[in-house]
């Protein structure tokens, strides 16, 4: 109403002075009027566009680390860089959900067989390079997929968007680039970490359990995961985590079944040890503990676990290091390192309180162990 108002109330004694006055204030409002929505586009479009081009740089940095460090390992061997390439492109399709009965098993199939897929074919194209410098590249192709996808579907959306002049679409776009960009960029720093064989945030679990390991004897509990035994005041302890110091998860919940239903069948409690993404406002490096399974991915390891404890009876606690998802994927931090003294005393006061003495515990540390021993 105030525009309205306004015109009117103008007086002069120069009828120039008041037509572009009247021109001054009429002219924008009917520019926004009929043209608003598309100055908004041709807005939003310049910013995803050049938020766009900085992935597709980030996607071609990544590109870049992997196919230098397959260089290194494999000089002059062009199919093999050309079939890691390939491999950036590889899909998964997740089982069908309309019968929910018996989904997670066949979506444990599913990502079986993807797993054993990828480090065949890496395995076949280094043979002479070591488990480590393997499994190396076998994360370093999935950070450059990740990108890869990312960059695909955002360029999807913007050109759906651009063609069909969606705002809305656009304006959505728009508002999560940033956070996105902010990913891609731990990614493609992540793949420096990895190149160099660095421990990630991530693996905070493995080394807190790892150190407890240290001067025990260890052996295999199944693909890729590594058992020891020890004792706290008067309670036996069953030590868990993936073998290091390749860049792996391993198959925890696969071991814990082995260690409670096979090995050992008296286990009274479980803790998991694991990093858990902080909200805005928490430090970096506190320690919180609760109760339930403490693992990420796809909730396949989680329900297993999970189903494993509620047939058995058995009580499961965790304990968590607080980071982000850019320190979880990134060299691990001065303050998550540090937290380990703190996760210790965490574990033996949760250990004190939850179980008799004479009873057996299972530790299990959460994470990727790469640059992590045990």
Same mark, same amino acid.
């Given at each position: 109403?105030?525009?309205?108002?306004?015109?009117?109330?103008?007086?002069?004694?120069?009828?120039?002075?008041?037509?572009?006055?009247?021109?001054?204030?009429?002219?924008?409002? /009917?520019?926004?009027?009929?043209?608003?929505?598309?100055?908004?586009?041709?807005?939003?479009?310049?910013?995803?566009?050049?938020?766009? $081009?900085?992935? =597709?740089?980030?996607?071609?940095?990544?590109?870049?680390?992997?196919?230098?460090?397959?260089? $290194?390992?494999?000089?002059?061997?062009?199919?093999?860089? $050309?079939?890691? @390439?390939?491999?950036?492109?590889?899909?998964?399709? !997740? !089982?069908?959900?309309?019968?929910?009965?018996?989904?997670?098993?066949?979506?444990?199939?599913?990502?079986?067989?993807?797993?054993?897929?990828?480090?065949? @074919?890496?395995?076949?194209?280094?043979?002479?390079?070591?488990?480590?410098?393997?499994?190396?590249?076998?994360?370093?192709?999935?950070?450059?997929?990740?990108?890869?996808? /990312?960059?695909?579907?955002?360029?999807?959306?913007?050109?759906?968007?651009?063609?069909?002049?969606?705002?809305?679409?656009? $304006?959505?776009?728009?508002?999560?680039?940033?956070?996105?960009? =902010?990913?891609?960029?731990?990614?493609?720093?992540?793949?420096?970490?990895?190149?160099?064989?660095?421990?990630?945030?991530?693996?905070?679990? !493995?080394?807190?359990?790892?150190?407890?390991?240290?001067?025990?004897?260890?052996?295999?509990?199944?693909?890729?995961?590594?058992?020891?035994?020890?004792?706290?005041?008067?309670?036996?302890?069953?030590?868990?985590?993936?073998?290091?110091?390749?860049?792996?998860?391993?198959?925890?919940?696969?071991?814990?079944? =082995?260690?409670?239903?096979?090995?050992?069948?008296?286990?009274?409690?479980?803790?998991?040890?694991?990093?858990?993404?902080?909200?805005?406002?928490?430090?970096?490096?506190?320690?919180?503990?609760?109760?339930?399974?403490?693992?990420?991915?796809?909730?396949?390891?989680?329900?297993?676990?999970?189903?494993?404890?509620?047939?058995?009876?058995?009580?499961?606690?965790?304990?968590?290091?607080?980071?982000?998802?850019?320190?979880?994927?990134?060299?691990?931090?001065?303050?998550?390192?540090?937290?380990?003294?703190?996760?210790?005393?965490?574990?033996?006061?949760?250990?004190?309180?939850?179980?008799? @003495?004479?009873?057996?515990?299972?530790?299990?540390?959460?994470?990727?162990?790469?640059?992590?021993?045990?």
């Amino acid at each position: 109403m105030l525009v309205f108002q306004l015109a009117p109330s103008i007086n002069s004694s120069n009828p120039l002075v008041t037509i572009l006055t009247q021109v001054l204030v009429w002219v924008p409002w /009917i520019i926004l009027i009929f043209w608003g929505q598309r100055i908004q586009v041709s807005i939003s479009l310049g910013q995803v566009s050049r938020s766009l $081009a900085r992935l =597709k740089m980030l996607r071609d940095k990544s590109k870049q680390v992997l196919m230098g460090y397959v260089a $290194a390992k494999a000089p002059g061997d062009a199919a093999t860089a $050309a079939r890691l @390439e390939e491999f950036l492109e590889y899909f998964t399709i !997740p !089982p069908v959900g309309l019968d929910p009965v018996g989904v997670v098993k066949r979506f444990d199939h599913i990502l079986t067989t993807q797993d054993k897929r990828i480090r065949r @074919e890496v395995g076949e194209a280094f043979q002479k390079s070591d488990r480590i410098e393997r499994s190396i590249i076998e994360n370093m192709v999935g950070v450059a997929a990740a990108l890869n996808q /990312i960059f695909k579907v955002i360029r999807h959306y913007y050109i759906l968007g651009k063609k069909g002049n969606n705002i809305y679409l656009l $304006a959505q776009l728009q508002m999560i680039m940033p956070m996105l960009i =902010k990913q891609a960029d731990a990614l493609v720093n992540a793949m420096t970490t990895l190149e160099l064989g660095q421990p990630l945030g991530d693996g905070i679990g !493995p080394i807190a359990v790892g150190l407890l390991m240290k001067d025990k004897e260890k052996k295999e509990m199944g693909e890729e995961t590594v058992m020891a035994e020890s004792e706290y005041k008067g309670r036996k302890l069953v030590l868990v985590k993936a073998l290091g110091p390749e860049g792996s998860v391993g198959e925890i919940d696969d071991a814990l079944e =082995k260690v409670v239903k096979k090995t050992y069948k008296d286990v009274s409690s479980i803790i998991m040890i694991d990093a858990a993404l902080k909200l805005e406002g928490e430090k970096t490096g506190d320690v919180s503990e609760g109760v339930g399974a403490a693992i990420g991915g796809y909730g396949i390891e989680k329900f297993k676990i999970e189903q494993l404890a509620y047939d058995k009876k058995i009580p499961i606690y965790a304990i968590v290091v607080r980071e982000s998802i850019i320190e979880a994927i990134g060299a691990m931090r001065k303050e998550i390192a540090e937290s380990i003294k703190q996760v210790h005393e965490t574990l033996f006061r949760v250990i004190e309180e939850s179980s008799p @003495e004479g009873a057996r515990v299972v530790v299990v540390g959460v994470g990727n162990t790469l640059g992590v021993g045990q």
